[in-house]
């Protein structure tokens, strides 16, 4: 048996394991390539580590690690809390809300998962007050975070620019993103439709007796601060003064954090990509900025990088190499071109990238998948940032799936109004619809055109 096919069977167990068992799939990947590396291709355990994408490692880092601040100092929510009161009482627009709020929250660099996390409660729960159909809402919140998931400052965008870099291959990083915006906004476009959007256009969050609950709570919290102030057993106007201006001062520094954090994200956007200078470095001196100007607040947002995604990320690029040492791109693409038509190996590599994504990390299966189709690139004549497109987006959409961690999410989230096994036949069924349709559309819009 030749290296290739050594280090692909690796590969397939590496992604069942990391299915079937609760394991970082990054550290499943340290294993296969300290084995095959070694043991099959006769590689020293240096060349082997030689693999890893300190680029890409740091770019993950110090987008992450700028995140966490913004969620720290509210800046999150404030985007979110802006966003929802733009709407004036119109419906229709929430799930639009929902779905923008969560696409701009990856494209600054947040990770698929936690943008989901943030916002698929705040999604779902609007959808049991206004009656949206919760299949509607949980599915614009994932098809949002995928959709800003390929700009060229977040984390997807920055593996499938640096895997194509590493590959010779020329990248397009805003013909990524866009397509990738441009597909998941078509689904939610078809999914309003299809799941009563129709009916939403004619309601107005006045006709359920709605309140904003953001200014309760801030009144909440002022009225506190005025009652403990009155009922102040010296009755004093010193006691009283103070009582008032602390609230102020840390809703003044607040709103300082906030609009330094709203400053730093267009700052690292314009050196990134107007002066093309590194993302990672760009992005943790932002953050290391923001944490030296509130240092107590931000003391443990370090601890909030996505760590795990790190190790993700890191192993499956060290197994990269390793594939790649063991010619099993070539090898893999190669037969796709050999079914008759380069065309066809092309589709059958984004069914490839659905079908193992619904079940494994998207993360970790970029780096690995992109590879893969260089020869179709090299000798087919397709287009390399369009083809990338198809992987990647094909490698993506799936994530609605309950087996992921986006479509987990959802379901761990439901609404009251229905019922776990009902939504989980929801988000299945919907699931299987976008695996079985998702790569074939994604094909037939983005690659067959150039052909």
């Not at 690690?65 to 800046?75: C, Q, R, V």
């Not at 094909?394 to 987990?408: E, H, L």
Request: proline share 5%.
């Amino acid at each position: 048996m030749g290296p290739e096919w050594v280090s692909i069977i690796a590969l397939v167990a590496l992604f069942v394991i990391g299915t079937l068992l609760p394991i970082n799939m990054g550290a499943l990947a340290y294993v296969a390539a300290w084995l095959v590396g070694v043991h099959a291709l006769d590689l020293s355990e240096k060349e082997v580590l030689g693999g890893i994408s300190g680029d890409l490692v740091l770019t993950l880092i110090g987008v992450t690690y700028l995140f966490a601040i913004a969620k720290n100092n509210g800046t999150v929510d404030l985007i979110v809390r802006s966003a929802v009161k733009a709407v004036g009482g119109r419906v229709a627009l929430i799930p639009w809300v929902m779905f923008f709020v969560t696409a701009l929250l990856t494209a600054i660099g947040a990770a698929s998962p936690a943008a989901c996390a943030i916002i698929g409660p705040i999604a779902l729960g609007f959808a049991a007050r206004y009656k949206i159909h919760p299949l509607l809402m949980g599915m614009f919140v994932v098809h949002g975070a995928q959709g800003g998931g390929f700009s060229p400052i977040s984390i997807y965008g920055t593996i499938t620019n640096s895997v194509m870099k590493e590959n010779n291959l020329p990248s397009s990083e805003m013909t990524v993103f866009l397509a990738s915006l441009g597909v998941n906004l078509a689904m939610a476009v078809i999914l309003f439709f299809v799941l009563g959007g129709r009916r939403l256009m004619s309601q107005r969050a006045d006709e359920f007796g709605d309140i904003d609950d953001g200014d309760v709570d801030r009144g909440g919290v002022g009225g506190s601060a005025a009652g403990g102030a009155s009922s102040h057993p010296s009755g004093g106007g010193t006691a009283t003064a103070t009582l008032t201006r602390t609230p102020t001062r840390e809703k003044l520094g607040a709103k300082r954090d906030q609009v330094l954090t709203l400053v730093a994200f267009a700052a690292v956007a314009v050196v990134a990509l107007v002066f093309d200078k590194n993302i990672g470095f760009v992005s943790i001196t932002a953050a290391v900025i923001l944490a030296m100007l509130s240092p107590i607040q931000h003391k443990d947002a370090v601890k909030q990088i996505a760590w795990p995604t790190v190790l993700l990320v890191a192993g499956v690029s060290t197994y990269a190499a390793v594939l790649t040492e063991a010619k099993a791109p070539e090898f893999v693409g190669n037969w796709a071109a050999g079914l008759g038509a380069v065309i066809i190996g092309a589709l059958v590599l984004c069914y490839v990238g659905g079908v193992v994504s619904a079940f494994a990390s998207s993360t970790a299966l970029l780096p690995v998948i992109i590879p893969i189709a260089v020869p179709l690139i090299a000798n087919g004549g397709i287009g390399a940032a369009t083809f990338v497109a198809a992987l990647a987006i094909s490698s993506t959409i799936v994530d609605v799936s309950p087996f992921s961690t986006n479509g987990a999410l959802m379901l761990a989230n439901r609404p009251d109004t229905v019922s776990e096994p009902v939504y989980y036949k929801q988000i299945l069924t919907y699931s299987v619809i976008v695996v079985l349709g998702g790569p074939l559309l994604v094909w037939a819009a983005l690659i067959l055109p150039g052909w």
